[in-house]
């Protein structure tokens, strides 16, 4: 008996193959889609929590600022802090920087929840970005932290000990920590000037009082070219301070040698006057600190070393006086004639004078805390992405790319300052 048996023509096996073939390829391809909207919300998931960490963390740090333990006498184990919160600003680019010092209390709890002992360590944290870059992401900012020990033991260390640096987080867009007490300001540049009841003028003022420095938070006389007036440039003063709790021992020189028929002779005598004319809506004016006078020199321009768009009729004559002493007849001044040059002047000596007035710091300060991140990978078409103006900070950046982005944002209200 005879079977008849047959087999899969050529033909029919193209054809199976060829179905085959697309089924394959469109399974493979539905893999590949959602493999990678799968990886994509790990990416966002993970960008995410990492900023929600990192907000928490600063939140509870920057809290804790200033905070001094007191034991059961009402006594401070390590004494007064000083400086508890230290803000650097970045100006127009990522990150801002912040240094936190603060007592951090561990207590041991016994099976009834009774605290039996207290350990009290004085901890200094600092946050910072610094660029990085890899071969497979590219170029990005990371946030660090590093935390340093400089009391333990109810004692303050002669010699701090300092933490390691850990990374906090990765791909950092932005970090900007601005303390909301501060002069509020619509102006984006970094000096904003004043009028002389205290109101922000327009980059394009021809008149203005004073200026105000966003990142030092300091307010500054501006000088003027009409003599006789209180702020003349061409006016000069002997140091004087009659208060010997501040005069460092050496109350300086009264009269003005150079100029008797002055009616200022020296900076008590200036200092009074412009306190009492309410300059700029504030009586608090005095000379500025080394370090406070060095923020306004421009060591790039040679005669006024100085932005003279802000602070025309600057002085060049002489150095200008400040109030950090170097012996106990001489104090430090600038000299804005010579590149910012730095020396030392006798307190009988004469040399000019720029008034600076702080802004005061309340008792409780509110601080806004804005972090941007962006996803490790790129993903779809460029997108532009602009900082928003509720955003907190000076740092005003677009991005058009295809990475995505989230900005987390919160007030923090720091009670021990």
Avoid at 49 to 76: H, N, P, T, W
Avoid at 163 to 173: F, L, P, Q, R, T
Avoid at 286 to 303: G, Y
């Amino acid at each position: 008996m005879r079977h008849n048996k047959k087999a899969f023509t050529l033909v029919e096996m193209l054809v199976a193959l060829a179905v085959s073939a697309v089924i394959i390829s469109a399974t493979y391809a539905s893999f590949e889609l959602i493999q990678k909207q799968y990886k994509k919300n790990i990416d966002v998931a993970q960008l995410h929590s990492s900023g929600r960490a990192v907000m928490q963390i600063l939140e509870r740090e920057i809290r804790m600022a200033g905070y001094e333990f007191r034991d059961d006498k009402g006594l401070m184990t390590y004494g007064k802090i000083a400086g508890p919160l230290v803000i650097t600003d970045s100006g127009n680019k990522c990150c801002d920087e912040v240094t936190i010092i603060f007592d951090e209390v561990t207590d041991t709890v016994n099976a009834q929840g009774v605290v039996t002992s207290s350990t009290v360590d004085r901890i200094k944290t600092r946050f910072w970005t610094e660029a990085h870059s890899s071969t497979k992401r590219g170029s990005r900012f990371r946030l660090y932290k590093r935390r340093t020990i400089l009391g333990t033991n109810n004692a303050v260390l002669a010699k701090a000990i300092v933490g390691s640096k850990e990374v906090m987080a990765d791909y950092i867009e932005d970090l900007q920590i601005v303390d909301l007490n501060a002069l509020v300001t619509t102006n984006k540049n970094d000096y904003v000037k004043i009028d002389n009841s205290g109101a922000e003028l327009a980059n394009s003022a021809t008149q203005w009082s004073c200026v105000y420095d966003k990142d030092s938070g300091l307010i500054w006389e501006v000088k003027t070219n009409i003599s006789g007036k209180l702020n003349y440039h061409h006016d000069y003063y002997t140091w004087y301070d009659s208060n010997p709790k501040t005069n460092g021992g050496d109350s300086g020189r009264k009269d003005n040698w150079f100029k008797p028929s002055q009616t200022l002779q020296n900076s008590e005598d200036f200092l009074k006057a412009i306190k009492t004319s309410s300059l700029c809506g504030h009586v608090g004016w005095r000379l500025p600190e080394l370090e406070e006078l060095r923020t306004i020199v421009d060591s790039s321009k040679r005669s006024p070393s100085i932005d003279t768009s802000f602070f025309p009729h600057s002085p060049v004559a002489q150095a200008v006086f400040t109030a950090t002493e170097v012996l106990k007849n001489q104090v430090w001044g600038i000299e804005f004639g010579k590149n910012g040059r730095e020396g030392a002047n006798a307190k009988s000596n004469v040399a000019h004078i720029r008034a600076v007035y702080k802004i005061p710091v309340a008792s409780s300060e509110l601080f806004g805390i804005t972090l941007t991140l962006r996803t490790k990978e790129k993903y779809g078409k460029n997108r532009q992405v602009k900082k928003k103006d509720y955003h907190a900070g000076n740092f005003i950046f677009i991005k058009n790319d295809p990475y995505q982005r989230d900005t987390f944002s919160t007030t923090v209200l720091v009670r021990n300052l």
